[in-house]
């Protein structure tokens, strides 16, 4: 069974790696893996294959940055040579970014089944580009693998077929237990800096937002200090509206750490400030407290169970959260079904099954 297993931006990397590792077994799987080069500074891409034991992929399209209907366009455009010349019987894609719908969309036009790892989750709001990635590739979808049940739920209400959906747990946390597991990291007792990463447009493109975080964290940096690995379009951003005055003093800024250096920030931890979705999962399986910089999330699980609580972008709310957190008042995890290091086991498993009537004649 030829698998398609596609890669784009940096959340992918964490979650195509457990995936990959777990396919190794299986004989009849035969994985090639193309990436799409939305991501392609080397700190975007590049480190995440060395540090995750990412094979190299098979097939890079080099698509790199664009608007949305530039980006989408050009990977449809580049992975369909793909699918003509690989013929594959699956393709698998994972999470929300622009790669994975256009890969999705792509192989669906050409009869190809595709599987979706993290499908359901849903913010609700379409100003997002990752929701309308996430409905569209879920519709587009044979094989729907699922975190939890509200994605079940979100999933059977827009008619998706309940045999199509599989609830196997969290890649991501597959690969964050492998590693913290592998080199021992662990604990959160001696708490000692908070963590921040912001990238969302929603957030870093509209100056009054994002002087409104900058304030907060500012702010919180006289109590704590704060170490913030910086997405490019973010660093872009404090230069073009002259932001650097606030991020001085106990603000470091660094450039975006490949993915072992960021986990190593957890366990002295104190916090995490975020507008990442994957972040606000990892923060809940290691019971750190997590503010949410955003006035939704399509993760709601984080906050009913987990340490997660959405603080939107005003400048008092985010201040008052953390001086609670600082005061100890902080909320603590609660146990996930399937978020235990074996999701991507169950992923393929099920694909493995499903193997005779995937491949074609
Ligand atoms: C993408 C995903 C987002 C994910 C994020 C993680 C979509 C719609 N968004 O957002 O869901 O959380 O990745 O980082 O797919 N850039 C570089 N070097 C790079 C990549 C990007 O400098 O290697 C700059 C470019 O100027 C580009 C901008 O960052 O225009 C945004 O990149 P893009 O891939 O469009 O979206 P992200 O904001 O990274």
Same mark, same amino acid.
Request: charge should be positive; hydrophobic fraction near 40%.
């Given at each position: ?270 916090? @995490?400030? #975020? *507008?990442?979705?994957? =972040?606000? !999962? /990892?923060? $809940? ?8 910089? +955003? ?15 959405? @603080?939107? #972008? *005003?400048?008092?709310? =985010?201040? !008052? /959260?953390? $001086? ?8 603590? +995890? ?15 498993? @099920? ?11």
């Amino acid at each position: 069974m030829k698998i398609i297993n596609v890669v784009g931006a940096r959340p992918n990397f964490m979650k195509m790696a457990a995936i990959m590792r777990a396919m190794r077994p299986y004989r009849k799987i035969n994985p090639l893996l193309v990436h799409t080069g939305q991501h392609y500074d080397a700190n975007m891409s590049d480190t995440f294959f060395k540090d995750l034991e990412l094979p190299k992929p098979d097939i890079h399209l080099e698509v790199g940055s664009g608007t949305h209907a530039v980006q989408t366009a050009r990977v449809m455009e580049r992975f369909e040579k793909v699918l003509f010349d690989e013929k594959p019987d699956l393709v698998l894609v994972v999470g929300d970014v622009n790669s994975t719908l256009a890969c999705a969309l792509a192989a669906g036009k050409l009869h190809i089944k595709v599987a979706h790892v993290e499908a359901g989750l849903r913010s609700f709001d379409r100003r997002m580009p990752e929701e309308i990635n996430r409905v569209l590739t879920d519709q587009m979808s044979d094989f729907l693998f699922t975190t939890c049940e509200d994605a079940n739920r979100n999933l059977a209400k827009e008619g998706i077929a309940r045999e199509k959906v599989f609830l196997v747990g969290d890649v991501m946390i597959d690969t964050l237990l492998y590693y913290m597991k592998r080199d021992s990291l662990s604990g959160a007792d001696e708490a000692e800096y908070a963590v921040v990463t912001l990238h969302r447009p929603s957030n870093v493109d509209d100056k009054d937002t994002f002087e409104r975080i900058s304030r907060a964290l500012n702010k919180i940096a006289r109590s704590i200090p704060i170490i913030f690995p910086v997405h490019p379009r973010t660093r872009r951003q404090i230069r073009r509206f002259g932001f650097e005055k606030y991020y001085n003093g106990n603000i470091k800024l660094l450039d975006p750490l490949g993915y072992l250096d960021f986990i190593k920030l957890y366990p002295k931890a104190k916090m @995490v400030l #975020t *507008d990442s979705g994957g =972040i606000q !999962e /990892e923060t $809940t399986v290691l019971d750190i407290p997590c503010l949410t910089i +955003r006035e939704n999330t399509e993760r709601p699980i984080t906050i009913t169970h987990g340490t997660n609580i959405l @603080v939107g #972008t *005003d400048e008092r709310k =985010i201040v !008052e /959260e953390a $001086t609670k957190i600082l005061r100890g008042e902080r909320k603590r +995890r609660k146990t996930l079904k399937y978020w235990d290091g074996r999701a991507a086991e169950r992923i393929v498993k @099920v694909l493995a099954e499903e193997s005779r009537c995937l491949m074609r004649s």
